[in-house]
């Protein structure tokens, strides 16, 4: 017999091993980031516009079709953080973008 311990799993009714259970935590708090077509996306993702978007405070209108390339998930469901040339700082709602 091993010495892992278990917690009762109220929603199943079971006991089950406190690994498992901190995973079924951590995957119920992971926030699901979709794209413009319902595309999951994840960290390191590439993306493209699908509409032109004016840039405020960097005086610069990204157009539609611009690759974005590596983007970072940033907690919430519809922001990516993403690196662009000339932009510091630079965030898109996910739904103006596109899977690549």
């Not at 970072?72 to 965030?91: A, F, N």
């Amino acid at each position: 017999m091993s010495d892992e311990e278990y917690v009762y799993d109220e929603a199943s009714g079971e006991w089950i091993p406190a690994s498992e259970a901190a995973a079924k935590a951590a995957a119920e708090d992971a926030v699901e980031v979709r794209d413009s077509v319902g595309n999951i996306l994840q960290d390191g993702d590439q993306v493209t516009l699908i509409k032109d978007l004016d840039v405020k405070g960097a005086g610069r209108t990204l157009k539609r079709g611009t690759l974005i390339k590596s983007i970072r998930l940033t907690g919430d469901s519809q922001e990516i953080d993403c690196k662009y040339e000339g932009i510091k700082g630079l965030v898109l709602r996910a739904e103006f973008v596109r899977k690549r």
